[in-house]
Protein backbone atom coordinates (compact mmCIF):
# COMPACT_ATOMS: atom_id res chain seq x y z
CA UNK A 1 0.00 0.00 0.00
CA UNK A 2 1.54 3.59 -1.10
CA UNK A 3 0.31 6.45 0.37
CA UNK A 4 3.02 8.82 -0.87
CA UNK A 5 3.08 8.12 -5.08
CA UNK A 6 7.09 6.89 -5.63
CA UNK A 7 9.27 9.52 -7.23
CA UNK A 8 7.69 12.11 -4.52
CA UNK A 9 10.25 15.11 -3.45
CA UNK A 10 8.87 17.36 -0.99
CA UNK A 11 11.26 19.44 -0.09
CA UNK A 12 11.75 18.23 3.71
CA UNK A 13 16.01 19.12 4.17
CA UNK A 14 15.02 23.18 2.50
CA UNK A 15 12.84 23.82 5.35
CA UNK A 16 15.56 22.20 8.49
CA UNK A 17 16.13 25.53 9.95
CA UNK A 18 12.23 26.25 10.57
CA UNK A 19 11.67 23.01 12.28
CA UNK A 20 14.65 22.70 14.25
CA UNK A 21 13.54 26.53 15.55
CA UNK A 22 10.30 24.76 16.42
CA UNK A 23 11.71 22.34 18.08
CA UNK A 24 14.40 24.05 19.93
CA UNK A 25 11.91 26.23 21.19
CA UNK A 26 9.53 23.47 22.39
CA UNK A 27 12.11 22.01 23.99
CA UNK A 28 13.13 25.26 26.26
CA UNK A 29 9.32 25.70 26.86
CA UNK A 30 9.33 21.90 28.04
CA UNK A 31 12.26 22.62 30.11
CA UNK A 32 10.39 25.88 31.88
CA UNK A 33 7.29 23.85 32.15
CA UNK A 34 8.67 21.00 33.92
CA UNK A 35 10.57 23.96 36.22
CA UNK A 36 7.97 26.05 37.36
CA UNK A 37 5.22 23.62 37.40
CA UNK A 38 7.58 20.65 38.50
CA UNK A 39 5.53 16.89 37.55
CA UNK A 40 2.81 16.02 39.76
CA UNK A 41 3.88 12.72 41.49
CA UNK A 42 1.89 9.66 41.48
CA UNK A 43 1.67 7.72 45.03
CA UNK A 44 4.55 5.30 43.01
CA UNK A 45 7.01 7.96 43.72
CA UNK A 46 5.80 10.55 46.52
CA UNK A 47 4.93 7.77 48.60
CA UNK A 48 0.77 6.05 49.71
CA UNK A 49 -1.78 4.01 49.10
CA UNK A 50 -3.51 2.05 46.16
CA UNK A 51 -6.64 0.35 47.42
CA UNK A 52 -9.03 -1.71 44.90
CA UNK A 53 -12.34 -1.79 45.70
CA UNK A 54 -15.31 -3.64 44.40
CA UNK A 55 -18.65 -2.35 44.22
CA UNK A 56 -22.40 -3.68 42.75
CA UNK A 57 -22.71 -2.83 38.89
CA UNK A 58 -26.58 -2.59 39.87
CA UNK A 59 -25.86 0.19 42.27
CA UNK A 60 -23.98 2.43 39.83
CA UNK A 61 -21.80 4.02 41.93
CA UNK A 62 -20.54 7.58 41.66
CA UNK A 63 -16.59 8.21 41.63
CA UNK A 64 -16.83 11.84 43.21
CA UNK A 65 -18.88 10.31 45.49
CA UNK A 66 -16.58 7.96 46.77
CA UNK A 67 -13.85 10.29 46.55
CA UNK A 68 -15.36 12.69 48.95
CA UNK A 69 -16.23 9.43 51.06
CA UNK A 70 -12.33 8.78 51.60
CA UNK A 71 -11.35 12.34 51.59
CA UNK A 72 -13.70 13.49 54.56
CA UNK A 73 -12.33 9.72 55.86
CA UNK A 74 -8.47 10.65 55.66
CA UNK A 75 -9.12 14.54 56.75
CA UNK A 76 -10.83 13.57 59.76
CA UNK A 77 -7.87 11.03 60.90
CA UNK A 78 -5.48 13.59 60.22
CA UNK A 79 -7.59 16.32 62.30
CA UNK A 80 -6.76 18.95 59.49
CA UNK A 81 -2.64 18.54 59.47
CA UNK A 82 -2.32 18.15 56.24
CA UNK A 83 -4.10 17.87 53.01
CA UNK A 84 -3.88 14.53 51.81
CA UNK A 85 -5.08 14.07 47.57
CA UNK A 86 -7.11 11.37 47.09
CA UNK A 87 -8.25 10.23 43.78
CA UNK A 88 -10.62 7.76 42.14
CA UNK A 89 -9.91 5.74 39.02
CA UNK A 90 -12.04 3.55 36.88
CA UNK A 91 -10.38 -0.12 37.22
CA UNK A 92 -10.40 -3.14 34.18
CA UNK A 93 -12.78 -0.59 31.98
CA UNK A 94 -13.96 -2.85 29.48
CA UNK A 95 -11.81 -5.94 30.40
CA UNK A 96 -11.77 -7.66 33.87
CA UNK A 97 -15.06 -6.69 35.66
CA UNK A 98 -18.06 -9.13 35.62
CA UNK A 99 -21.19 -8.04 34.85
CA UNK A 100 -22.48 -7.64 38.65
CA UNK A 101 -19.68 -5.87 39.50
CA UNK A 102 -17.69 -2.73 39.18
CA UNK A 103 -14.30 -2.05 40.07
CA UNK A 104 -12.35 1.23 41.28
CA UNK A 105 -8.88 2.56 42.34
CA UNK A 106 -8.69 5.10 45.31
CA UNK A 107 -5.06 6.40 45.06
CA UNK A 108 -4.20 8.35 48.53
CA UNK A 109 -0.71 10.48 49.30
CA UNK A 110 -1.36 8.42 52.75
CA UNK A 111 1.13 5.74 53.36
CA UNK A 112 0.01 4.86 56.65
CA UNK A 113 -2.34 6.07 59.62
CA UNK A 114 0.44 5.14 62.21
CA UNK A 115 2.64 8.17 63.31
CA UNK A 116 6.37 8.30 63.93
CA UNK A 117 5.78 8.22 67.49
CA UNK A 118 3.37 4.99 67.05
CA UNK A 119 5.99 2.99 65.08
CA UNK A 120 8.66 3.82 67.52
CA UNK A 121 6.03 2.31 70.79
CA UNK A 122 4.79 -0.81 68.69
CA UNK A 123 9.08 -1.72 68.01
CA UNK A 124 9.75 -1.07 71.71
CA UNK A 125 6.61 -3.55 72.45
CA UNK A 126 7.35 -6.05 69.89
CA UNK A 127 11.42 -5.90 71.44
CA UNK A 128 9.99 -6.19 75.09
CA UNK A 129 7.47 -9.14 74.11
CA UNK A 130 10.32 -11.44 72.66
CA UNK A 131 13.23 -10.45 74.44
CA UNK A 132 16.72 -9.49 74.50
CA UNK A 133 18.13 -9.82 70.88
CA UNK A 134 14.92 -8.93 69.01
CA UNK A 135 15.50 -6.27 65.83
CA UNK A 136 12.80 -4.51 64.68
CA UNK A 137 13.70 -1.86 61.69
CA UNK A 138 11.16 0.66 60.67
CA UNK A 139 13.39 2.18 58.19
CA UNK A 140 10.39 2.68 55.69
CA UNK A 141 9.46 6.10 56.84
CA UNK A 142 5.74 6.91 56.24
CA UNK A 143 5.20 3.30 55.73
CA UNK A 144 3.19 0.42 58.25
CA UNK A 145 5.78 -2.45 57.49
CA UNK A 146 7.74 -3.56 60.19
CA UNK A 147 10.92 -6.20 59.80
CA UNK A 148 11.06 -8.20 62.94
CA UNK A 149 13.91 -10.28 63.20
CA UNK A 150 13.68 -12.75 66.16
CA UNK A 151 16.60 -13.85 68.60
CA UNK A 152 15.61 -17.71 68.04
CA UNK A 153 13.27 -19.36 65.49
CA UNK A 154 9.47 -19.40 66.02
CA UNK A 155 7.29 -21.48 64.65
CA UNK A 156 5.17 -19.57 62.37
CA UNK A 157 2.08 -19.90 63.97
CA UNK A 158 3.25 -19.46 66.96
CA UNK A 159 5.17 -16.34 65.92
CA UNK A 160 2.47 -15.06 63.98
CA UNK A 161 0.15 -15.54 67.32
CA UNK A 162 2.54 -13.55 69.51
CA UNK A 163 3.05 -10.82 67.13
CA UNK A 164 -0.67 -10.44 66.70
CA UNK A 165 -1.34 -9.89 70.33
CA UNK A 166 1.33 -7.16 70.27
CA UNK A 167 -0.20 -5.37 67.59
CA UNK A 168 -3.77 -5.81 69.54
CA UNK A 169 -3.12 -4.21 72.26
CA UNK A 170 -2.24 -0.84 70.66
CA UNK A 171 -5.21 -1.48 68.50
CA UNK A 172 -4.38 -2.61 65.65
CA UNK A 173 -5.83 -6.25 64.17
CA UNK A 174 -5.67 -5.69 60.83
CA UNK A 175 -2.22 -7.28 59.84
CA UNK A 176 -0.60 -9.35 57.45
CA UNK A 177 2.27 -11.65 58.65
CA UNK A 178 5.07 -13.33 56.66
CA UNK A 179 7.94 -15.01 57.12
CA UNK A 180 11.07 -14.40 54.98
CA UNK A 181 11.16 -18.83 54.17
CA UNK A 182 7.07 -18.72 53.79
CA UNK A 183 7.43 -15.89 51.34
CA UNK A 184 10.39 -17.89 49.01
CA UNK A 185 8.10 -20.99 49.61
CA UNK A 186 4.63 -19.48 47.89
CA UNK A 187 7.18 -17.30 45.19
CA UNK A 188 8.47 -20.67 44.11
CA UNK A 189 5.03 -22.44 43.70
CA UNK A 190 3.76 -19.40 42.17
CA UNK A 191 6.21 -19.63 39.63
CA UNK A 192 5.57 -23.29 39.12
CA UNK A 193 1.87 -22.26 38.77
CA UNK A 194 2.52 -20.37 35.58
CA UNK A 195 4.31 -22.88 34.20
CA UNK A 196 2.00 -25.78 34.83
CA UNK A 197 -1.22 -23.29 34.41
CA UNK A 198 0.37 -22.93 30.44
CA UNK A 199 -1.07 -26.44 29.51
CA UNK A 200 -4.14 -26.85 31.00
CA UNK A 201 -4.91 -30.71 30.96
CA UNK A 202 -6.64 -32.89 34.19
CA UNK A 203 -2.66 -33.91 34.92
CA UNK A 204 -1.77 -30.61 35.15
CA UNK A 205 -4.67 -29.61 37.39
CA UNK A 206 -3.91 -32.51 39.45
CA UNK A 207 0.09 -31.16 39.51
CA UNK A 208 -1.35 -27.51 40.87
CA UNK A 209 -3.40 -29.52 43.65
CA UNK A 210 -0.78 -31.36 44.84
CA UNK A 211 1.82 -28.07 44.39
CA UNK A 212 -0.49 -26.25 46.42
CA UNK A 213 -0.66 -28.75 48.93
CA UNK A 214 2.39 -29.69 49.56
CA UNK A 215 3.32 -25.73 50.29
CA UNK A 216 0.67 -25.74 52.48
CA UNK A 217 2.17 -29.04 54.43
CA UNK A 218 5.96 -27.50 54.30
CA UNK A 219 4.83 -23.97 55.40
CA UNK A 220 2.61 -25.69 58.36
CA UNK A 221 6.08 -27.10 59.86
CA UNK A 222 8.29 -24.31 58.95
CA UNK A 223 9.98 -22.22 61.88
CA UNK A 224 12.01 -18.80 60.85
CA UNK A 225 13.43 -15.87 63.03
CA UNK A 226 12.76 -13.06 60.34
CA UNK A 227 9.19 -12.02 59.87
CA UNK A 228 7.50 -8.87 57.55
CA UNK A 229 4.05 -7.34 59.40
CA UNK A 230 2.41 -4.99 57.60
CA UNK A 231 -0.46 -2.70 59.38
CA UNK A 232 -3.62 -3.16 57.18
CA UNK A 233 -5.18 -0.08 59.38
CA UNK A 234 -6.00 1.29 55.82
CA UNK A 235 -7.37 -1.16 54.06
CA UNK A 236 -9.31 -1.88 56.93
CA UNK A 237 -10.72 1.58 57.87
CA UNK A 238 -11.54 2.42 54.05
CA UNK A 239 -13.39 -1.02 54.08
CA UNK A 240 -15.12 -0.18 57.20
CA UNK A 241 -16.26 3.49 56.23
CA UNK A 242 -17.21 2.68 52.73
CA UNK A 243 -19.60 0.09 53.73
CA UNK A 244 -21.01 2.48 55.94
CA UNK A 245 -22.01 4.99 53.44
CA UNK A 246 -22.89 2.82 50.47
CA UNK A 247 -23.76 0.23 52.40
CA UNK A 248 -24.96 -3.54 50.58
CA UNK A 249 -23.95 -1.71 47.03
CA UNK A 250 -20.18 -1.96 48.35
CA UNK A 251 -18.60 -5.74 47.67
CA UNK A 252 -15.36 -5.45 49.38
CA UNK A 253 -11.69 -4.69 49.17
CA UNK A 254 -10.09 -6.54 46.59
CA UNK A 255 -6.35 -5.52 47.37
CA UNK A 256 -4.25 -2.84 49.08
CA UNK A 257 -0.16 -1.78 48.80
CA UNK A 258 1.32 1.08 50.73
CA UNK A 259 4.93 2.55 49.09
CA UNK A 260 6.80 4.67 51.88
CA UNK A 261 8.01 7.84 50.54
CA UNK A 262 11.29 6.73 50.84
CA UNK A 263 10.67 4.00 48.69
CA UNK A 264 8.64 6.42 46.13
CA UNK A 265 11.72 8.57 45.85
CA UNK A 266 14.19 5.40 44.83
CA UNK A 267 11.57 4.37 42.48
CA UNK A 268 11.78 8.00 40.79
CA UNK A 269 15.52 8.03 40.93
CA UNK A 270 15.24 4.22 38.95
CA UNK A 271 13.17 5.39 36.93
CA UNK A 272 14.90 8.80 35.42
CA UNK A 273 18.34 5.88 35.51
CA UNK A 274 16.96 3.64 33.40
CA UNK A 275 15.86 6.44 30.98
CA UNK A 276 19.88 7.67 31.29
CA UNK A 277 21.02 3.73 30.25
CA UNK A 278 18.38 3.57 27.49
CA UNK A 279 19.47 6.55 25.32
CA UNK A 280 23.49 5.95 26.36
CA UNK A 281 22.70 1.90 25.25
CA UNK A 282 21.10 3.48 21.97
CA UNK A 283 24.21 5.89 21.14
CA UNK A 284 26.45 3.03 21.67
CA UNK A 285 24.47 0.85 19.31
CA UNK A 286 23.70 3.33 16.85
CA UNK A 287 27.59 4.37 16.54
CA UNK A 288 28.64 0.95 16.51
CA UNK A 289 25.80 0.29 13.55
CA UNK A 290 26.43 3.32 11.57
CA UNK A 291 29.36 6.09 11.72
CA UNK A 292 29.63 9.31 13.69
CA UNK A 293 27.83 11.24 11.66
CA UNK A 294 24.51 9.54 12.54
CA UNK A 295 24.76 8.53 15.88
CA UNK A 296 24.57 12.38 17.52
CA UNK A 297 21.82 13.42 15.65
CA UNK A 298 19.81 9.67 16.84
CA UNK A 299 20.63 10.46 20.35
CA UNK A 300 19.48 14.01 20.28
CA UNK A 301 15.89 13.14 18.56
CA UNK A 302 15.58 10.83 21.55
CA UNK A 303 16.43 13.69 24.25
CA UNK A 304 14.39 16.19 22.22
CA UNK A 305 11.57 13.63 22.13
CA UNK A 306 12.07 12.42 25.75
CA UNK A 307 12.26 16.44 27.27
CA UNK A 308 8.95 18.23 25.04
CA UNK A 309 7.34 14.30 25.90
CA UNK A 310 7.95 15.17 29.73
CA UNK A 311 6.96 18.88 29.33
CA UNK A 312 3.51 17.40 28.16
CA UNK A 313 2.90 15.50 30.92
CA UNK A 314 3.88 18.86 33.56
CA UNK A 315 1.46 20.68 31.39
CA UNK A 316 -1.59 18.93 31.25
CA UNK A 317 -1.06 17.51 34.92
CA UNK A 318 -0.98 13.86 34.45
CA UNK A 319 -0.25 12.18 37.19
CA UNK A 320 3.61 11.07 36.92
CA UNK A 321 3.91 7.35 37.60
CA UNK A 322 5.92 3.81 36.73
CA UNK A 323 3.08 3.63 33.43
CA UNK A 324 4.68 6.81 32.66
CA UNK A 325 7.96 5.86 32.75
CA UNK A 326 7.34 2.60 30.95
CA UNK A 327 5.26 4.82 28.09
CA UNK A 328 8.34 7.28 27.97
CA UNK A 329 10.50 4.11 27.52
CA UNK A 330 8.40 3.03 24.89
CA UNK A 331 8.48 5.97 22.95
CA UNK A 332 12.33 6.27 23.28
CA UNK A 333 11.70 2.70 21.45
CA UNK A 334 9.25 3.62 19.13
CA UNK A 335 11.74 7.04 18.28
CA UNK A 336 15.38 5.04 17.32
CA UNK A 337 13.39 2.58 15.18
CA UNK A 338 12.13 5.02 12.72
CA UNK A 339 15.20 6.95 12.73
CA UNK A 340 17.17 3.90 12.03
CA UNK A 341 14.71 3.34 9.41
CA UNK A 342 15.66 6.48 7.92
CA UNK A 343 19.33 6.18 8.65
CA UNK A 344 19.12 2.54 6.80
CA UNK A 345 17.84 4.32 3.92
CA UNK A 346 20.37 6.97 3.62
CA UNK A 347 23.17 4.52 4.29
CA UNK A 348 21.98 2.40 1.35
CA UNK A 349 21.60 5.27 -0.70
CA UNK A 350 25.28 6.63 -0.54
CA UNK A 351 26.67 2.90 -1.15
CA UNK A 352 25.05 2.72 -4.43
CA UNK A 353 26.42 6.24 -5.19
CA UNK A 354 23.36 8.17 -5.41
CA UNK A 355 24.43 11.33 -7.44
CA UNK A 356 24.28 14.53 -5.69
CA UNK A 357 24.97 16.32 -1.94
CA UNK A 358 24.72 15.12 0.96
CA UNK A 359 21.78 17.01 1.56
CA UNK A 360 19.97 16.02 -1.39
CA UNK A 361 20.88 12.29 -0.72
CA UNK A 362 19.27 12.56 2.64
CA UNK A 363 16.29 14.90 1.21
CA UNK A 364 15.72 11.63 -1.43
CA UNK A 365 16.07 8.60 1.43
CA UNK A 366 13.00 10.44 3.84
CA UNK A 367 10.89 10.72 0.60
CA UNK A 368 11.76 6.70 0.13
CA UNK A 369 10.78 5.82 3.21
CA UNK A 370 7.83 8.57 4.27
CA UNK A 371 4.63 6.00 2.87
CA UNK A 372 6.34 3.27 5.37
CA UNK A 373 6.59 6.01 8.10
CA UNK A 374 3.33 7.44 8.04
CA UNK A 375 1.82 3.82 7.38
CA UNK A 376 3.64 2.43 10.79
CA UNK A 377 2.72 5.56 12.71
CA UNK A 378 -0.85 5.65 11.87
CA UNK A 379 -1.67 1.67 12.48
CA UNK A 380 0.41 2.38 15.82
CA UNK A 381 -1.78 5.66 16.86
CA UNK A 382 -4.66 3.66 16.03
CA UNK A 383 -3.94 1.02 18.43
CA UNK A 384 -2.80 3.88 21.21
CA UNK A 385 -6.00 5.42 20.12
CA UNK A 386 -8.20 2.75 21.12
CA UNK A 387 -6.60 2.21 24.67
CA UNK A 388 -7.14 5.97 25.44
CA UNK A 389 -10.62 5.47 24.21
CA UNK A 390 -11.68 2.89 26.14
CA UNK A 391 -9.01 1.96 28.58
CA UNK A 392 -9.13 3.53 31.98
CA UNK A 393 -7.07 4.73 35.48
CA UNK A 394 -3.49 4.70 34.67
CA UNK A 395 -3.82 2.79 31.64
CA UNK A 396 -5.63 6.11 29.67
CA UNK A 397 -3.01 8.80 31.07
CA UNK A 398 -0.01 6.10 29.60
CA UNK A 399 -2.02 6.12 25.85
CA UNK A 400 -2.37 9.54 26.17
CA UNK A 401 1.71 9.84 26.49
CA UNK A 402 2.24 7.53 23.95
CA UNK A 403 -0.04 9.34 21.73
CA UNK A 404 2.17 12.44 22.16
CA UNK A 405 4.92 10.78 22.02
CA UNK A 406 4.91 8.44 18.82
CA UNK A 407 3.53 11.95 17.10
CA UNK A 408 6.22 13.69 18.26
CA UNK A 409 9.18 10.43 17.83
CA UNK A 410 7.81 10.23 14.06
CA UNK A 411 8.35 13.86 13.58
CA UNK A 412 12.03 14.56 14.73
CA UNK A 413 13.28 11.48 12.93
CA UNK A 414 12.16 13.48 9.47
CA UNK A 415 12.71 17.33 10.79
CA UNK A 416 15.50 16.62 13.93
CA UNK A 417 18.09 13.66 13.22
CA UNK A 418 18.58 14.02 9.57
CA UNK A 419 18.98 17.60 9.51
CA UNK A 420 21.76 17.15 12.27
CA UNK A 421 23.21 14.28 10.52
CA UNK A 422 23.77 17.09 7.29
CA UNK A 423 25.04 19.59 9.75
CA UNK A 424 27.36 17.18 11.30
CA UNK A 425 28.72 15.95 8.15
CA UNK A 426 29.52 19.63 6.63
CA UNK A 427 31.49 20.20 10.00
CA UNK A 428 33.50 17.10 10.00
CA UNK A 429 34.27 17.87 6.43
CA UNK A 430 35.42 21.68 7.60
CA UNK A 431 37.34 20.68 9.68
CA UNK A 432 38.93 18.28 7.72
CA UNK A 433 39.79 20.92 5.30
CA UNK A 434 40.86 23.04 7.54
CA UNK A 435 43.38 20.38 9.52
CA UNK A 436 44.84 19.34 5.64
Known sequence: MEIIKPGTKIDFMGRRTLFIAISSTLVLLSLVIIGIKGFDMGVDFKGGTKVIVSFK?????????????????????????????????DFDVGGG?????????????????????????????IRKHFGKGTIVDTSEAGGDKFYVTLPVKW???????????????????????RSDQEERIRMDVAREKDILSSAKTPETEQELLRVEKDAKKKIATLSD????????????????????????AFVGVISAASVSPKVGRQLFEN?????????????????????????????????HDATISLGFVALVDIKFTLPIIAAIMTLIGYSINDTIVVYDRIRENLNKGRIGKLLEVIN????????????????????????????????????????????IGTYSSVFIASPITWYLDRYLSKRKTASA
Not at 165 to 172: L, T
Request: proline content about 2%; aromatic content about 8%.
Open 57 to 89: SSAKVDRKKIRSVINDFVRAQLKGKKAVQVEVQ
Open 225 to 248: TRFTVQVQEIRGQFARVLRQHFKD
Open 271 to 303: GLLAMLYAIIGILIYVALRFDSRFAPGAVIALI
Open 364 to 407: LSVNETLSRTLLTSGTTLLTVLSIYIFGGGTIKDFALVLLFGIT
Open 155 to 177: PLSAAKKEITKVFAKAGYKELDI
Open 97 to 125: NSSDTEKFQILTELPSFLSPMDRLDLAVA
